[in-house]
């Protein structure tokens, strides 16, 4: 007893000191949330402000600078991207803005540089270190003279040559571009800010192995469809027509954003009787009215396909986009019988 009572101090001894070195490791430990708050605090204050004219690059930039950034994309899914109507919203974003991402190739032409030259913001200004033209080093399809003329692009057009210096700005709905938007986006982001470009590089590197290996299920779904030939609306889905050998003959629209004559009606009407093209598509922001009477009329199918993120259920980032457009459009072909006829 007694010898557990003299062992008792020992004992206490040993317990006060495990007690004082837990307290010490709590107070350690402590500071070092503390410390930990206090830093990711100052790191959400201090996240980098980015800015997208459209959807798609909200998304793949959000992917690449995923904790590290804000984003807020100017435009919704279901806008018409060639003419969007200037809020007042649109200027305190682009102020705020450290990082400006646009899409390039004069898409944003009826209201971004009004935009751009109302406020105070010269870093995000064309050339700017915070701008980004997201086109930049995609293989860009050309418009001809002819589908330019009469249109807001004209000033575009090199009179001389079809080597305009505009080429179709629909570019990001081939998903092997996406990859080439992404590339640009992770280089910008680690210019801009160089302390996170390790973030940068691995959440880069994540989004473009999910994205290729995507691709390879999607080529592999749309190869029995080559040699299909459909009308489209707006010259929006050449891109992805082309890369799966589908082929576009003939718009509804005669000129970029330029909306079909009677006339222009009635000639496709015939074309497509006579060529028996069995699919129209068409975006979601585009007038449905027109389409839908000359598939009417001359026995195709429509098909509204969702040509920009968070523009319909299930495209809330880019690759889903592109499981819906790919879903959508298969289907609608093997409903034609094209798949089975070959
Ligand atoms: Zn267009």
Excluded at 40 to 68: C, R, Y
Excluded at 161 to 170: A, E, L
Excluded at 233 to 245: A, C, M, Q, S, V
Aim: charged share 20%; aromatic share 8%; proline share 5%.
């Amino acid at each position: 007893m007694l010898g557990v009572i003299y062992s008792l101090p020992l004992a206490n001894k040993e317990v006060s000191y495990m007690y004082i070195r837990r307290f010490k490791a709590i107070r350690v430990l402590a500071i070092g949330i503390t410390a930990l708050c206090t830093l990711f605090t100052a790191e959400a204050s201090a996240k980098l402000q980015v800015v997208t004219t459209f959807s798609q690059d909200a998304s793949i930039v959000s992917a690449i600078g995923a904790g590290f950034i804000e984003v807020v994309s100017l435009t919704n899914g279901l806008q018409d991207p060639h003419a969007v109507e200037p809020k007042p919203s649109l200027a305190a974003h682009l102020n705020r803005a450290d990082l400006l991402i646009v899409n390039g190739q004069q898409m944003e032409l009826a209201w971004l540089p009004a935009a751009l030259a109302a406020v105070g913001n010269p870093r995000i200004q064309e050339g700017g270190e915070g701008y980004l033209n997201a086109s930049a080093g995609v293989r860009l399809i050309p418009y001809t003279t002819e589908e330019l003329e009469g249109t807001q692009f004209v000033p575009f057009l090199d009179k001389d040559s079809n080597h305009h210096q505009i080429g179709n700005h629909h570019f990001w709905l081939d998903p092997a571009n996406g990859l080439i938007i992404a590339r640009n986006v992770y280089r910008k982001l680690a210019e801009i800010d160089p302390a996170n470009d390790w973030i940068y590089k691995l959440n880069y590197e994540s989004f473009t192995a999910r994205l290729t290996e995507k691709m390879k299920d999607w080529d592999a779904l749309m190869v029995m469809f080559r040699g299909v030939k459909i009308v489209s609306y707006h010259r929006d889905w050449i891109y992805l027509t082309n890369r799966h050998g589908l082929e576009i003959v003939a718009y509804i629209e005669p000129r970029e954003t330029i909306p079909p004559s009677a006339g222009d009606a009635a000639r496709l009407i015939k074309l497509v009787k006579d060529e028996d093209i069995p699919l129209i598509l068409i975006s979601p922001w585009q007038p449905q009215r027109a389409s839908r009477e000359i598939a009417r009329q001359s026995g195709a199918k429509v098909l509204s396909l969702p040509s920009a993120v968070d523009s319909r259920l299930g495209t809330r980032d880019y690759i889903q986009l592109f499981d819906v457009i790919y879903t959508q459009l298969s289907r609608a072909l093997f409903g034609t019988q094209i798949g089975t006829q070959s």
